[in-house]
């Protein structure tokens, strides 16, 4: 079967190895999407390492976890999002206003709703994790 979404399969693998009590997960294939997304999750905390694997064809990721995480998701279709419509979507996607992160990709790269307000930049939403 094709793969139509490298990140939601990406996220849902995560998802159910935190759920299942991993320490470890694979994920395949892997993007720069998914580098960036993990990126951002592993500054927060909410992942451990993680190692790229080449394996000359898409490559796999190997995420270390660390329980941290309660669900990570995408948010397809990748709606805009501009400097007001922020706050809007953090309330509909996060639990509480002290943590979570929506993840978001604007002009400055892959970044949390944080960093992006900080720097006073609007883009697509690409997904959220807590």
């Given at each position: 079967?094709v ?10 693998c ?33 992942i ?40 809007k ?42």
């Open positions: 079967m793969r139509m979404n490298s990140l939601a399969d990406a996220l849902r995560i998802n159910n190895a935190e759920k299942r009590g991993k320490r470890q997960v694979l994920i395949r294939p892997c993007s720069k999407v998914v580098i960036r997304f993990l990126t951002v999750m592993m500054k927060h905390g909410y451990g390492e993680f190692e790229i694997v080449d394996d000359h064809r898409a490559g796999k990721v190997v995420v270390n976890l660390t329980g941290r995480l309660n669900k990570c998701g995408v948010i397809s279709p990748r709606f805009d999002i501009g400097i007001t419509d922020i706050e979507w953090t309330t509909n996607l996060l639990p509480s206003r002290q943590f979570g992160y929506v993840v978001m990709t604007t002009s400055g790269g892959i970044m949390d709703h944080e960093e992006a307000r900080r720097k006073h930049l609007g883009g697509k939403i690409l997904g959220f994790f807590f």
